[in-house]
């Protein structure tokens, strides 16, 4: 049943996010308004779903919500509240790498995969 609502979810999320993250882009002129709104919006969700709940969220709203929804929606949101944990959980220096080594490891990571597939082209 766990992965069914992650399933379920994921689909509703990813078309939630290319919906909305096209609808905002064409209207704004550039893409990346669609992707920072859906990262800023998703951010937002997955704080209040996390805090829903005294003493964590059920299982549902976990695996419907948070990985399956938000999931799909932008995994930026994983991402964002896991810094954010790791801050509360007083580890202020594995958060700064998170953020550090998520955004190096990241950016290098596309830059690798284009200039591989640039290469492949060829």
């Given at each position: 049943?766990?992965?069914?609502?992650?399933?379920?979810?994921?689909?509703?999320?990813?078309?939630?996010?290319?919906?909305?993250?096209?609808?905002?882009?064409?209207?704004?002129?550039?893409?990346?308004?669609?992707?920072l709104?859906?990262?800023?919006?998703?951010?937002?969700?997955?704080?209040?779903?996390?805090?829903?709940?005294?003493?964590?969220?059920?299982?549902?709203?976990?695996?419907?919500?948070?990985?399956?929804?938000?999931?799909g929606?932008?995994?930026?949101?994983?991402?964002?509240?896991?810094?954010?944990?790791?801050?509360?959980?007083?580890?202020?220096?594995?958060?700064?790498?998170?953020?550090?080594?998520?955004?190096?490891?990241?950016?290098?990571?596309?830059?690798?995969?284009?200039?591989?597939?640039?290469?492949?082209?060829?």
């Amino acid at each position: 049943m766990t992965y069914l609502q992650v399933a379920l979810g994921g689909a509703l999320g990813s078309v939630l996010r290319f919906w909305l993250g096209t609808l905002i882009g064409t209207r704004a002129g550039a893409p990346f308004w669609g992707t920072l709104t859906v990262n800023i919006l998703g951010s937002f969700v997955i704080g209040l779903a996390a805090s829903f709940e005294k003493g964590g969220p059920s299982d549902f709203t976990k695996h419907f919500v948070m990985l399956g929804i938000l999931g799909g929606f932008t995994t930026f949101s994983s991402f964002s509240l896991q810094t954010l944990e790791l801050f509360r959980a007083g580890n202020p220096g594995l958060a700064a790498a998170n953020l550090a080594l998520s955004m190096v490891l990241c950016l290098l990571g596309v830059w690798l995969g284009d200039t591989l597939g640039a290469q492949w082209k060829s």
